[in-house]
């Protein structure tokens, strides 16, 4: 067992396995609303998977675009800069870690659940008038936290999974058993390391343990999508389980039963599509 | 043992939902519209039609009651919630209410406008 520091974690981060150059600068650039569409499809269309992957998602059924778009230039004046960007980083991302080690731990079963969560939040955005692209984004990014560990500690997360499996507890308790803090601190300080907006770092941070008292933002939203993530079972994962539910985050989202079955419907059409499109 | 399924081609118009595609279902561009496997749904259905997809190939359901698979909606009633109340587990053994759990339940168990049985 260990205790980590916020300047321990913020070491792993810097050592995490290269991503592309062109992912750290699409996530760099989220918060960014200068970046022109040219700089942004110039910087997509330099690596060829992360086009390849974004054009198969940008010509999927999610987006149900009219015709078939050949470019990523086309697809940027099509989908428009901001979704492109989404996009563009969940085809990265979901590449970037596939070479990191970590017994027991599924990395098909993690973006699974990570695209399920990051469909739902954008879902839920549409429906309650919140930034769909900051919800599909923090969506997929909400679990990065459990990528670093892996990473820098594969050794001790392959404990702290075996420990999970022994209690049947949730994983972030059991991480927080392991190393003093949990994937969803791990995370927020990856967003703040990133540069990410304020309100995404808190979203990732507080994921599992929304503020009480605070009015209805993103971290409501994406607690809730992580939730309906789970509970749709979506990682097609034996032994998952759902994170208890607060209540009054629950409230402010005040979604009727209707938008529910709206989102769960959406959510269940889209899921394998977008997992196809991005997924090796 | 593996279990064969057979695999039904039919028209878009005509394939009832909660049935799983047998073949992945391609544009004439053949980029993929829709992968095997996935569930489906009258608004898919709706879609496929308006990009003038005609026929789809599905997997014929020997029992008759619909899809079970993961994503999908249907299957019993019993199984379903024997799955929901394992994925539920951490709120129900603190006896936390999660209202997800219902709503997903009933989701996955009753029938949606513009479904055929």
């Not at chain 1, 050794?155 to 949990?182: N, P, S, T």
Request: with cysteine.
């Amino acid at each position: 067992m260990m205790q980590l520091t916020p300047e321990a974690i913020r070491r792993s981060v810097r050592e995490l396995p290269a991503l592309p150059a062109v992912v750290l600068e699409l996530i760099q650039s989220l918060g960014d609303s200068e970046v022109s569409a040219e700089q942004l499809a110039a910087k997509i269309s330099q690596d060829q998977a992360i086009a390849a992957k974004t054009l198969r998602l940008a010509n999927s059924s999610f987006y149900g675009l009219p015709r078939q778009v050949t470019s990523i230039a086309e697809a940027t004046t099509i989908l428009g800069l901001r979704t492109l960007r989404s996009v563009a980083t969940a085809a990265g991302l979901a590449g970037g870690f596939a070479h990191s080690r970590c017994e027991g731990f599924d990395f098909d079963a993690f973006w699974r659940h990570s695209i399920g969560t990051a469909l739902t939040a954008h879902a839920i955005a549409q429906r309650t008038r919140q930034d769909v692209d900051a919800a599909f984004t923090l969506g997929l990014l909400h679990d990065i936290g459990r990528l670093v560990l892996i990473s820098a500690y594969p050794a001790e997360y392959a404990q702290a999974i075996a420990y999970r499996a022994e209690q049947d507890c949730l994983m972030h308790v059991a991480e927080k058993h392991w190393f003093g803090v949990d994937h969803a601190d791990v995370g927020g300080v990856v967003a703040e390391h990133w540069r990410f907006a304020p309100a995404v770092v808190a979203a990732i941070s507080c994921h599992h343990r929304p503020a009480a008292d605070s009015t209805r933002g993103l971290t409501d939203l994406v607690h809730v999508a992580d939730n309906i993530a789970h509970g749709l079972d979506l990682s097609h994962k034996q032994d998952d389980m759902v994170p208890l539910l607060a209540l009054d985050a629950w409230s402010r989202m005040a979604l009727t039963d209707a938008q529910c079955m709206e989102v769960f419907d959406a959510v269940s059409q889209q899921h394998e599509v977008v997992c196809h499109a991005l997924l090796p | 043992m593996q279990e064969t399924m057979q695999t039904l081609a039919t028209t878009v118009q005509s394939v009832p939902p909660g049935l799983v595609l047998a073949q992945p279902v391609l544009d004439a561009h053949a980029q993929l519209l829709l992968p095997a496997g996935a569930p489906v749904t009258s608004s898919m259905l709706h879609n496929l039609q308006q990009r003038g997809i005609q026929t789809v190939s599905v997997q014929a359901d020997p029992s008759g009651s619909g899809a079970s698979a993961p994503g999908g909606r249907k299957g019993s009633i019993e199984e379903t919630q024997a799955r929901l109340h394992h994925l539920f587990r951490p709120a129900l053994r603190m006896e936390q209410l999660n209202p997800l759990l219902h709503l997903i339940l009933r989701y996955r168990t009753t029938q949606r406008p513009g479904e055929e049985p």
